[in-house]
């Protein structure tokens, strides 16, 4: 059985989980990364994506987050997210509101901000086509 450590996510409306865990998959900007027991000390961007947890007894929950950055320990990892939900709770139009709200932003944005919201609006994409099913 893998080793257990403590995984907190955290959004600034509510903690969404607190549990021993033995995998988190995060969604990192450089690249999805699995943390388990004795990661190395990391501090790392989050981009929009599903953040998978195995739960110390084998089960597992998914989460939305839009953003935000995790501090890994060897003794456990916090994710603050800018907003997280439950994978149950996202749904096709509270993700459409977010990408409507993005791309007004676009607007009269300069090319290196235009980039970036361009950029976050695929992201925004790709995370609806894995977790809202067609």
């Known amino acids: ?51 998978t947890v195995k739960m110390a007894d084998g089960k597992t929950e998914r989460f939305a987050v839009f953003g935000g950055f995790a501090d890994i320990l060897p003794t456990g990892c916090t994710l603050l997210a800018e907003s997280a939900v439950h994978v149950d709770e996202l749904d096709r139009t509270v993700l ?6 993005v791309r007004a932003e676009l607007e009269g944005a300069g090319d290196e901000k235009k980039t970036r919201l361009e950029q976050f609006i695929a992201e925004l994409t790709k995370l609806g086509e894995i977790v809202i099913p067609a």
């Open 1 to 51: 059985m893998a080793d257990s450590f403590n995984f907190e996510l955290v959004s600034p409306e509510r903690l969404l989980l607190s549990e021993k865990v033995t995998e988190v998959v995060i969604p990192a900007t450089e690249g999805e990364m699995t943390v388990m027991a004795n990661h190395a000390p990391t501090m790392t961007t989050v981009k929009p994506g599903v953040v």
């Open 96 to 101: 459409e509101n977010r990408i409507d709200a």
